[in-house]
Structures are given as C-alpha cells and as structure tokens.
C-alpha cells in the first residue's frame, strides 16, 4: 500500500474523534474542522516517520493540541468577522443540550492552555504526566491550570445556567 493511501485510511479512521476534541479546544466547528486539518497537514508531512511510532492516536492528538497552541499565539494574524454569515440559532433545550451548551460555551472563555489541559484531563482522560507531555509543560502547571479552569468553569457555567433559565 502507497503512503498515501495508509494515510488517507488512518485519516477516515479518526477524524470523528480528533473533531470532536478540536471542537472542545476552538468552540465551533468551522475552527474545529480547520484544525484538525491543520494537523493532518502536520502528520502527513511526517508520515514516513509517524507511522511507525508505537502509539499514532495518543501522537496524533498531541500533534492537535499542539497545533491548537500554535494557532493560538500566532492568531495575532487579522480575522475578519462575516456577520452576513451567521451559526444556525440553536433551539433552547432543557435539561443535558442545556447543561452541554453551557459547558462548551463556558470551555470558551477559558484561556486557549487552560481550555487545552481540560480538555485532556476530562475529555481524553490523561493523567497529570501525559498531560504535561503533550503540551511541553511542567506537571505543577498542569496541576495549578487544571485548578484555576475549573474553578472559572464552575462559576461560568453557574452564571450561563442561571441566564437561560431567565430567558
């Protein structure tokens, strides 16, 4: 089988899963998708190498965190706004969409590392070490990171929680 081909067949295979990561990490999907295809870049140019590495899903989402942080220092590059083009209005639900809103909305407005740390310590389950791996920071501040997001997750998602129910 040619490179390109096992590329392309291990790139189906986890695109799903590295979306919905991406989608915790930028908080929309249009940003989610181009991430993820910001990283399959990544993992194609390296691919003679990448995949004989032990382990490619626990390597291929480093390579998405890592290029979410990336993105994130270098978005100091001009975005413009299209407001013409606007998300579909989600209906207002109750009870787990209401509270998964919430949470999304609130992993939002954490700082683009926090955001990254909870992601991996909650969502993809990585202990303190991995974490700490995948980024390129010490445990004690994945730790410190860890404390302060959720700390700022609780108090956000208490305030969104409180807003809809007024609406």
């Known amino acids: 089988m040619r490179d390109e081909d096992e590329f392309r067949e291990f790139a189906a295979s986890r695109q799903k899963q590295l979306l919905r990561t991406a989608y915790l990490l930028c908080g929309d999907w ?3 998708e181009d991430l993820v295809q910001t990283t399959f870049g990544q993992l194609y ?3 003679r190498r990448f995949r004989r590495v032990e382990h490619p899903d626990a390597y291929a989402k480093q390579a ?3 290029c979410y942080l990336t993105s994130k220092r270098k978005k100091r590059f001009a975005t413009v706004p299209i407001d013409s083009v606007a998300e579909p209005a989600a209906p207002v639900a109750q009870t787990s969409d209401e509270r998964a809103g919430a949470l999304v909305a ?7 590392r926090a955001r990254a740390v909870v992601v991996l310590r ?3 389950d990585y202990s303190v070490a991995q974490t700490a791996e995948a980024l390129g920071i010490s445990q004690g501040t994945v730790k ?3 404390s302060r997001a959720l700390g700022m997750l609780r108090v956000r998602i208490a305030e969104t929680l409180s807003d809809i129910r007024r609406d």
Do not use: C, I, K
Request: proline residues 5%.
């Open 30 to 32: 249009h940003g989610a």
């Open 45 to 47: 140019r390296t691919w």
């Open 64 to 66: 998405l965190y890592r």
């Open 106 to 112: 609130a992993l939002a407005g954490l700082p683009e």
């Open 122 to 124: 909650f969502w993809e």
């Open 144 to 146: 410190s990171q860890t």
